[in-house]
Structures are given as structure tokens and as C-alpha cells.
């Protein structure tokens, strides 16, 4: 790794939330966290999840445009060499894909 290389911080992120206005797009990234709560009376689980942010990234909604374009393409690419992933149908439906 070259001296430049080790100022620019590294994140592994697994969650996110976005916001958008007519200026800019809020990209806030983190780590998903699950808490488990205690079980009900017959027995079930539940389970709560949150993002703990640990960056924040703003663009023009341009850029977010330019930006979702270049990671279609990356991603095209990359399936194309090692296939194709599929996204859970659950996921999708959640996050209002489908």
C-alpha cells in the first residue's frame, strides 16, 4: 500500500439510509445491528435491527445519477465473470424494488 492510499479511510458498510432534496443526495452508511428481544408467550423471537452509521456521504442528485450508473455497470460486469446474485425477494418488497 503507497503512502496515499493509507490517508483515504476504509469502510465496510451493510446498511444505509438515503435522503434526497432538489440540491442533494444524503447517503449515510453503517453497520447493521441486531438486538434481540425477549420471546412472547408462545415462544417467538422477535428481532429488531438498526444501522449504526459510520459515514456520511452528500452529492448533487447529478452525481447520484452518474454515481448509480457507474455501480449498474460494475455490477453488470462483475456478474457477466462470476454470475448472477440474487437478491432476496423479501429484501426487495422492503425496500420497494419490486
Known amino acids: 500500500m503507497n503512502e496515499k492510499s493509507a490517508e ?6 451493510n446498511g444505509m439510509k438515503v435522503a434526497v ?9 453503517g453497520v447493521q445491528e441486531v438486538a434481540q428481544v425477549a ?10 435491527s438498526a444501522v449504526r452509521p459510520t459515514v456520511r456521504i452528500r452529492m448533487s ?10 455501480l449498474d455497470k460494475a455490477m453488470q460486469d462483475y456478474q457477466q465473470k462470476n454470475g448472477y ?10 425496500l420497494g424494488l419490486l
Do not use: C, H, N
Open 8 to 13: 483515504i479511510p476504509e469502510f465496510y458498510i
Open 21 to 29: 432534496s432538489p440540491f442533494d443526495l444524503t447517503l449515510e452508511m
Open 39 to 48: 420471546p412472547d408467550t408462545v415462544g417467538t423471537v422477535e428481532v429488531q
Open 61 to 70: 442528485p447529478l452525481y447520484a445519477i452518474l454515481l448509480s450508473r457507474v
Open 85 to 94: 446474485l440474487q437478491l432476496p425477494q423479501d429484501v426487495l418488497t422492503k
